[in-house]
């Protein structure tokens, strides 16, 4: 049951007569699909989340019959602040604009991103692009912070139906590059595999038989002794999709915080994950006409790219 009292939305919550879980933390995370494990914890030490009307720690054990009461404030609506900061513009017309996004950008305010993104640069350069949902005008597709390369922004509603169609429908191109561990066992294939939240850890995604489906096109560009360059076409545009996907058959992204292996294997001076927005394909919805936008290599990651050519050379 959910409700809002005093700009708090508060959820109650009954355990069953065996719970799945047995700490506090995971069982509220668990049966609250929206709330991360560590928002969760948050909630906790700030005394929002209750047991029987009293306060309780995160490693508390719950029990059968145990009425816990979440209390989590109602987000307030966010005004957009215009920024003036470094945007690389691919293309631009009437329409839409296409964006070379650099590593390290967030594509739209969030939680612990208010300014500072892409949506804040786009509203300094385009004053009237205040289209679609509220905190993200115009976003037609995301790509993740540490990763690098093009997407495309509608700059009208009409232009972010048609758009958002060829999305929907398969229809617009978006390949990536993107470095993984280990040598892929066949030269091109697909990875057809449903992904969902992970049913442990609530800040990363997983291959699961619940998930939405999800497809990915490889192939090889070139090897790279202990490591692989492949070149990896969306179908479908699930949260972390590649990432998971890869990691999913045992080839993680080098570099991957999340998902890769960084224990194991060196990332050679790399700071965030191989992966870059290549190229991108759709179709004008003014004009009518398909345009496609290539992208290369940012210097970190071409540099990575000539330091795994230079150990295979040298063996």
Same mark, same amino acid.
């Given at each position: 049951?959910?409700?809002?009292?005093?700009?708090?939305?508060?959820?109650?919550?009954?355990?069953?007569?065996?719970?799945?879980?047995?700490?506090?933390?995971?069982?509220?995370?668990?049966?609250?699909?929206?709330?991360?494990?560590? %928002?969760?914890? &948050?909630?906790?030490?700030?005394?929002?989340?209750?047991?029987?009307?009293?306060?309780?720690?995160?490693?508390q054990v719950v029990q059968p019959g145990d009425v816990i009461l979440v209390r989590q404030p109602v987000p307030q609506p966010?005004?957009?602040?215009?920024?003036?900061?470094?945007? !690389?513009?691919? %293309?631009?017309?009437?329409?839409?604009?296409?964006?070379?996004?650099?590593?390290?950008?967030?594509?739209?305010?969030?939680?612990? &991103?208010?300014?500072?993104?892409?949506?804040?640069?786009?509203?300094?350069?385009?004053?009237?692009?205040?289209?679609g949902a509220e905190v993200r005008p115009g976003i037609v597709h995301r790509l993740d912070q540490d990763t690098s390369g093009?997407?495309?922004?509608?700059?009208?509603?009409?232009?972010?139906?048609?758009?958002?169609?060829?999305?929907?429908?398969?229809?617009? &191109?978006?390949?990536?590059?993107?470095?993984?561990?280990?040598?892929?066992?066949?030269?091109?294939?697909?990875?057809?595999?449903?992904?969902?939240?992970?049913?442990?850890?609530?800040?990363?995604?997983?291959?699961? !038989?619940?998930?939405?489906?999800?497809?990915?096109?490889?192939?090889?560009?070139?090897?790279?002794?202990?490591? !692989?360059?492949?070149?990896?076409?969306?179908?479908?545009?699930?949260?972390?999709?590649?990432?998971?996907?890869?990691?999913?058959?045992?080839?993680?992204?080098?570099?991957?915080?999340?998902?890769?292996?960084?224990?194991?294997?060196?990332?050679?001076?790399?700071?965030?994950?191989?992966? &870059?927005?290549?190229?991108?394909?759709?179709?004008?919805?003014?004009?009518?006409?398909?345009?496609?936008? !290539?992208?290369?290599?940012?210097?970190?990651?071409?540099?990575?790219?000539?330091?795994?050519?230079?150990?295979?050379?040298?063996?």
């Open positions: 049951m959910t409700h809002e009292i005093d700009r708090q939305a508060v959820i109650e919550l009954q355990v069953p007569p065996q719970p799945a879980v047995a700490r506090l933390d995971r069982y509220v995370a668990l049966a609250v699909s929206s709330l991360s494990r560590s %928002y969760v914890q &948050h909630l906790i030490e700030a005394g929002h989340i209750l047991v029987n009307e009293r306060p309780a720690r995160a490693s966010t005004e957009l602040v215009a920024e003036e900061l470094p945007l !690389t513009v691919v %293309y631009e017309d009437a329409d839409l604009v296409v964006i070379d996004k650099a590593a390290g950008m967030v594509v739209h305010p969030g939680p612990g &991103h208010p300014r500072g993104t892409l949506v804040n640069a786009l509203l300094a350069r385009y004053p009237d692009m205040r289209v093009l997407l495309v922004v509608a700059r009208h509603e009409q232009a972010l139906r048609a758009l958002t169609a060829q999305q929907q429908a398969h229809e617009m &191109h978006k390949a990536y590059l993107a470095v993984v561990e280990g040598p892929m066992k066949e030269l091109e294939g697909v990875i057809d595999a449903p992904i969902g939240r992970h049913p442990r850890d609530r800040q990363r995604q997983a291959v699961v !038989t619940n998930g939405r489906a999800a497809r990915t096109h490889y192939r090889v560009r070139e090897q790279l002794g202990a490591y !692989t360059l492949v070149e990896a076409r969306l179908e479908t545009g699930r949260t972390h999709q590649i990432r998971v996907h890869f990691a999913h058959q045992q080839r993680p992204v080098l570099g991957d915080p999340l998902y890769g292996r960084r224990k194991s294997h060196p990332t050679f001076g790399l700071q965030r994950q191989f992966l &870059h927005a290549y190229r991108l394909g759709f179709v004008v919805p003014s004009s009518g006409v398909w345009r496609e936008f !290539t992208s290369p290599l940012p210097a970190d990651l071409a540099r990575t790219l000539e330091k795994l050519r230079s150990l295979v050379r040298a063996v």
